[in-house]
């Protein structure tokens, strides 16, 4: 992830001011090479905290006078998922790079669809799958493509909190994501299936509590609980190898990720059961040392460096539409009382495929 720092301005515009929006309007002023020009929300409160933050910056409620007036290279939505596809269509046909919240559409269709588009213009599609530009997690797929912890056997996630309670898509669209996007990028592979069970306790239809198990090829597997209903705050990952075990703790302030020397052995022969002893290892434990970058400024970076060079993002259009693969897939499950949804392979490339690997795109 390179930045090159004599290159033209680009102008940036951001839609949707609510919670997030904000932090992506800070993090593309605070990189070199780009300004942000416009920003675009429909509520006047909104609007109003952010022409406050941000004198010089145009301000409006309307996407499409937006479009029209404010003279812009690239976009990033920040909306409710429901507006993602529509939007982004709007501004790929105005001829904009797009940087989609996640998940990156209502379904995959939708996400299709998006993709040709962006191809079909020569413009650079990128999914916010922000926990790929942390660095915790950059040192997690390092440590375990070096073969640190041995072979992976399986990741268990927990992203818990009190709310916040979304109206329009239930927990596991809201919060796996992150997790997902970190298990596909440690596997490098997609799943084979997806069970998916939960409960709505407080919105009729709206579970606000998931577990969702994926199992992967070699009989390897994954768990995700995500809810809206806990009383602490735990955003945990644990990556379990055949030799060590890793534990990424995202709420710790300094110690977010530590390497446990921890296995279990079988004895490798034994003539009766009476000798049959398992073997526990207690090694010590190691903390990585981590560079503190703020992940949403990495991949503000990333979005800008692949619209010079015409590389694809880490997280392009293809692993958006990998994870609203997934993501249907666990509402399917939920509709079918939690059982096995196989995943039919991809079409398209492979999320294993390097960082810039792909085709380029003719660079802006
Ligand atoms: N990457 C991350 O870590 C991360 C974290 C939080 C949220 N998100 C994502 O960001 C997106 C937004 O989430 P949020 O929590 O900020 O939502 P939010 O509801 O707080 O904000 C959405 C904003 O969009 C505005 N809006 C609605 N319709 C609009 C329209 N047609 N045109 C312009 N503005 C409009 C609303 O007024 C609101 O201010 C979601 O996709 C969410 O999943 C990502």
Request: glycine share 6%.
């Amino acid at each position: 992830m390179s930045t090159t720092e004599s290159t033209p301005n680009f102008r940036i515009g951001v839609i949707g001011c609510g919670y997030w929006g904000p932090n992506h309007v800070r993090n593309f002023n605070a990189v070199s090479g780009c300004t942000v020009g416009a920003i675009c929300d429909t509520n006047d409160m909104r609007l109003a905290h952010m022409a406050k933050l941000y004198p010089d910056v145009a301000i409006f409620r309307d996407m499409s006078t937006m479009l029209a007036e404010a003279d812009l290279d690239a976009v990033v939505i920040a909306l409710p998922v429901r507006l993602h596809y529509s939007v982004a269509k709007a501004c790929l046909e105005a001829g904009k790079h797009v940087l989609i919240e996640k998940p990156m559409a209502s379904s995959s269709a939708e996400c299709e669809e998006l993709i040709s588009l962006s191809e079909a213009k020569g413009l650079t599609l990128m999914v916010g799958h922000t926990f790929l530009y942390s660095e915790p997690v950059r040192r997690i797929v390092e440590i375990i493509k070096q073969g640190d912890i041995g072979e992976l056997q399986y990741i268990n996630s927990q992203r818990l909190n009190l709310g916040l309670f979304q109206t329009d898509i239930n927990v596991a669209w809201d919060l796996a994501p992150h997790d997902i996007s970190i298990i596909l990028q440690v596997f490098g592979a997609s799943p084979l299936t997806v069970n998916c069970q939960g409960n709505a306790h407080i919105t009729k239809g709206i579970e606000d509590v998931t577990n969702i198990s994926l199992s992967f090829p070699d009989a390897r597997f994954a768990t995700v609980q995500s809810s809206w209903l806990e009383p602490r705050k735990v955003r945990q990952t644990t990556f379990v190898g055949s030799k060590r075990m890793i534990v990424y703790d995202d709420l710790q302030p300094l110690e977010k990720v530590r390497v446990y020397d921890v296995r279990v052995e079988r004895p490798p022969h034994y003539d009766s059961f009476a000798e049959f002893q398992y073997s526990y290892h207690y090694g010590d434990s190691y903390i990585p040392r981590l560079k503190h970058e703020e992940p949403l400024k990495v991949q503000s970076e990333h979005f800008l460096d692949c619209i010079r060079t015409g590389n694809s993002p880490i997280s392009d259009g293809y692993q958006g539409l990998e994870l609203v693969r997934i993501l249907e897939s666990c509402s399917q499950s939920l509709g079918e009382g939690g059982g096995p949804i196989a995943l039919a392979p991809r079409i398209h490339r492979n999320v294993n495929d390097a960082v810039g690997s792909r085709e380029k795109r003719k660079p802006a």
